[in-house]
């Protein structure tokens, strides 16, 4: 079955780095779009960042342009989430979805805090 299991989270200071993984299992990333979704406490869960197609350029959320970076390892069954240049307002739990093209077929992985802090 589908599987996708967050990593990489933690405590970061403003300005500093982390890269999230997903490792993904059970399914083909060319059938899927895959997406990064954050969730802050008190709002709702909103998109980061998409990429259609394996091959295609991803689509960030405004608030991250320019300072994260998503990418496909195919290979590896991977997506990675780069976040550089962080700010408090980027503290969140962090998923990681699969969604089949065509479908109403979505998956979720569990989450994976990050918080930026002095």
């Known amino acids: 079955q589908v599987q996708l299991v967050e990593s990489g989270g933690g405590l970061v200071q403003p300005g500093g780095s982390l890269r999230l993984s997903c490792a993904a299992s059970g399914f083909t990333f060319g059938n899927y779009i895959m997406s990064w979704y954050r969730q802050a406490p008190g709002k709702e869960r909103e998109l980061v960042a998409a990429i259609t197609r394996v091959t295609s350029v991803p689509n960030y959320a405004d608030s991250v342009q320019g300072r994260f970076t998503m990418s496909i390892d195919n290979a590896a069954n991977t997506v990675y989430l780069q976040m550089n240049s962080l700010k408090p307002e980027d503290t969140a739990v962090y998923y990681c979805?699969?969604?089949?093209?065509?479908?109403?077929?979505?998956?979720w992985g569990q989450g994976t805090q990050v918080t930026v802090s002095s």
């Open positions: 979805n699969a969604r089949r093209r065509a479908t109403s077929l979505n998956y």
